[in-house]
Nanobody
Framework: VQLQASGGGLVQPGGSLRLSCEVS????????LAWFRQAPGKEREGVSC????????YYLDSVKGRFTMSRNDDGNKVDLQMSSLKPEDTAVYYC????????????????????GGKGTQVTVSS
């Protein structure tokens, strides 16, 4: 499976960005899609996740109410709409395929998480 995230950039606090991720390859072999982020000197964080069997998605507590994840019906594209951005949201954002939305904080990954590519940089600064 190949994943390519895009849409990052520089935005002022309070602003919005929409990230997109295209998934190609063996797209039938994973139940879910997710976003995670990595900032320098900080631990990796699972930002959002949804599987085809879950009616509700997983969101990191600090982004609830501000970020919304959506995927198309074909399951090969997932977006992350980010609003009311804060400086602490600054990180490289990656999309990933997952087996479930259980975030393992110690390992820094969702169960069965696979990802690739460079991610997309989001910088929130005035």
């Amino acid at each position: 499976v190949q994943l390519q995230a895009s849409g990052g950039g520089l935005v002022q606090p309070g602003g919005s960005l929409r990230l997109s991720c295209e998934v190609s390859g063996r797209t039938l072999y994973y139940p879910g899609l997710a976003w995670f982020r990595q900032a320098p000197g900080k631990e990796r964080e699972g930002v959002s996740c949804a599987t085809s069997s879950d009616a509700s998605a997983y969101y990191l507590d600090s982004v609830k109410g501000r970020f919304t994840m959506s995927r198309n019906d074909d399951g090969n594209k997932v977006d992350l709409q980010m609003s009311s951005l804060k400086p602490e949201d600054t990180a490289v954002y990656y999309c990933a395929t997952v087996h479930s939305c259980n975030w393992n904080k110690a390992l820094g990954r969702f169960r069965g998480m696979e990802y690739g590519g460079k991610g997309t940089q989001v910088t929130v600064s005035s």
